[in-house]
């Protein structure tokens, strides 16, 4: 079966970076559009950043310039660069994996928090 194992999260001070890896099993990864989403306390889940199987990526607004979404299909992983963090970027992070013919699949989420 498929699995999104998220890892990578943790504390981290305003200014200050972290990068974020999901790794795939249980499915032909490179055929899979993968997504970062996050889930702030009270508020919505968000898509922040994709990536088709062939490298096109998007972004929402709030994170353009400050947030990179890169993969490794060898490596069945996707990742989420996160520059220049801000207090509000403060959630759960899930991975998820999307492809016309099945899914969408979820990871179990890795908390980040930018604090000082």
């Known amino acids: 079966q498929v699995q999104l194992v998220e890892s990578g999260g943790g504390l981290v001070q305003p200014g200050g970076s972290l990068r974020l890896s999901c790794a795939a099993s249980?499915?032909?990864?490179?055929?899979?559009?993968m997504g970062w989403s996050r889930q702030a306390p009270g508020k919505q889940r968000e898509l922040v950043a994709s990536i088709t199987g062939g490298g096109s990526t998007g972004y929402v607004d709030s994170v353009e310039g400050r947030f990179t979404i890169f993969r490794d299909n060898p490596k069945n992983t996707v990742y989420l660069q996160m520059n220049s963090l801000k207090p509000e970027d403060t959630a759960v992070y899930y991975c998820?994996?999307?492809?016309?013919?099945?899914?969408?699949?979820w990871g179990q989420g890795t908390q980040v928090t930018v604090s000082s």
């Open positions: 249980g499915m032909i990864f490179s055929i899979y559009t």
């Open positions: 998820n994996a999307e492809h016309w013919s099945t899914g969408p699949y």
